[in-house]
C-alpha cells in the first residue's frame, strides 16, 4: 500500500485548497488518517485526524474552525480542506495511516506519503 498526496500549491492569505491522499494497493486498511506539516527548520506537527471508520476528527488548535479533514471510503482517500491560509500554514503537507490508533504524534504513524508543498503568500 502506497500513500499519494497531493493539491498544493502557491496561494495568497484568506484563499483555500483543498489536499487529497489516496491509499493504493489491493487492500487498503487503517484505523485512522492523519495530516501532518513540516515547516523549514521546525518540527514535524499534526494538523489534524479521522478515524477510518466513523468519520471523528481531531484537529490542531492553529487549524480548527479553518480546516476540514474528512474521507471517501470508496476511493480510499482522505482530504483536507484548508480554508482561510495564513503564511504560517506554509509547509510541507504529509498524510499518514496508523493502524492501531488516531493520535497527534507523528511517530506513531507507519506509513507516510511524499509530502505536497503548499506555500501561503501575504
Known amino acids: 500500500v502506497q500513500l499519494q498526496a497531493c493539491g498544493g500549491g502557491l496561494v495568497q492569505a484568506g484563499d483555500s485548497l483543498r489536499l487529497s491522499c489516496a491509499a493504493s494497493?489491493?487492500?487498503?486498511?487503517?484505523?485512522?488518517m492523519g495530516w501532518f506539516r513540516q515547516a523549514p527548520g521546525k518540527e514535524r506537527e499534526f494538523v489534524a485526524t479521522?478515524?477510518?471508520?466513523?468519520?471523528?476528527?481531531y484537529y490542531a488548535n492553529s487549524v480548527k474552525g479553518r480546516f476540514t479533514i474528512f474521507r471517501d471510503l470508496a476511493k480510499n482517500t482522505v482530504y483536507l480542506q484548508m480554508n482561510s491560509l495564513k503564511p504560517e500554514d506554509t509547509a510541507v503537507y504529509y498524510c499518514?495511516?496508523?493502524?492501531?490508533?488516531?493520535?497527534?504524534?507523528?511517530?506513531?504513524?507507519?506509513?507516510w506519503g511524499q509530502g505536497t508543498q503548499v506555500t501561503v503568500s501575504s
Open positions: 499518514a495511516s496508523d493502524a492501531q490508533r488516531s493520535g497527534s504524534r507523528w511517530y506513531e504513524y507507519a506509513l
Open positions: 494497493g489491493r487492500t487498503f486498511s487503517t484505523y485512522a
Open positions: 479521522i478515524v477510518w471508520s466513523v468519520g471523528s476528527t
